[in-house]
């Protein structure tokens, strides 16, 4: 029983995490059509920005739920300040080229921000372990569990029900579907396009920066760790379906849950796990389980 209670536990928090950086991933996508390998990059800088200015809270004596407030502050920065730079310098010139392309350009982007980030903060690893140690831990199903691993499904829910109740419920929302069907049509109507642009891309690379930020108390944040979670949030989107919020929550899911179950009965097959559930679903259905319906003009 405590085993299958950790196995539980441990896939949820993964899952609550790639969730979060996954739903960044496939907003980006669904609106822009662009598969932005630089979204690895947000995480690790979010990551950075909230474990470097936690410790600088720490050591100027702040109080330490102060810290929490920074995770949030650090993660909408980096979205901002990136995106903004990003979108508007260089990605808002490539739209009209070849897909192919675009990715190689946001390849491009991931390779200059990991180097950037060790210019900017070393090599050295950072430690924000304040948020964590504050929370404590709690006893669950007769296992100890820290309670800050805990909070990250509550935030997983939170963007979860954020992310719907903008798209189906908000004037932006519909905007979106716009511009998503047709973004001639959507010019012609005098919508403006390229702010519609400008502000998902801005979302979805805080939504990034936000599941490094959040993670950063849990780990030793140290150079390369994005690349990892990259491959594991397409893998998520592959799975779910490229564009859909509730195929990441899935995929996440799935994703989550399986590997927690290889890491503890199966360790040799961690990798194999996700990326065979993946050939899986792609032999099935290669658009993802959850793809959403294409539009056609009629």
């Known amino acids: 029983m405590q085993l299958i209670t950790t196995m539980l536990l441990d896939g949820l ?33 979010g990551a950075y920005a909230a474990a470097y200015a936690i410790g600088l809270a720490a050591d100027n004596d ?18 901002i300040v990136l ?25 491009g982007i991931f390779l200059i921000l990991e180097d950037v980030i060790l210019l900017v903060f070393g090599v050295n690893p950072y430690f924000a372990y ?19 691993s805990l909070t990250l499904f509550g935030l997983a829910i939170l963007v979860a029900f954020g992310c ?21 049509i959507s010019l012609a109507m005098g919508i403006n396009v390229q702010m519609v642009y400008l502000v998902t891309f ?7 920066a936000l599941g490094g930020a959040y993670i950063a108390p849990t780990i030793s944040v140290a ?39 290889a890491v503890h009965k199966f360790p040799e097959f961690e990798l194999f796990v996700v990326f065979g559930v993946m050939a899986a679903v792609l032999m099935i259905r290669p658009e993802g389980l959850f793809a959403p319906e294409k539009a056609r003009r009629i």
């Open 13 to 45: 928090s993964y899952a609550s995490y790639l969730f979060i950086v996954s739903v960044g991933l496939t907003i980006i996508f669904g609106v822009m059509k662009i598969l932005n390998v630089a979204h690895g990059a947000f995480y690790a800088w």
């Open 130 to 148: 304040q948020p964590m140690a504050l929370l404590g831990s709690v006893k669950m199903g007769g296992i100890i569990r820290d309670v800050y």
């Open 202 to 208: 801005i979302l979805g690379a805080t939504l990034g």
């Open 164 to 184: 719907w109740y903008g798209l189906n419920r908000t004037k932006w929302g519909k905007l979106l579907s716009v511009v998503i069907f047709d973004r001639e």
């Open 62 to 79: 702040w109080p330490d739920w102060s810290g929490f407030v920074l995770i949030f502050v650090a993660a909408i920065l980096v979205g």
């Open 83 to 107: 995106g903004t730079i990003i979108e508007r310098l260089i990605l808002r010139k490539m739209y009209h080229e070849e897909e192919v392309l675009i990715v190689l350009a946001t390849f």
């Open 223 to 261: 150079p390369g760790f994005g690349i990892d979670v990259i491959v594991l949030s397409f893998a998520v989107v592959v799975i779910g379906g490229m564009g859909s919020i509730p195929g990441a929550l899935i995929g996440s899911l799935m994703v989550g849950i399986l590997r927690a179950i």
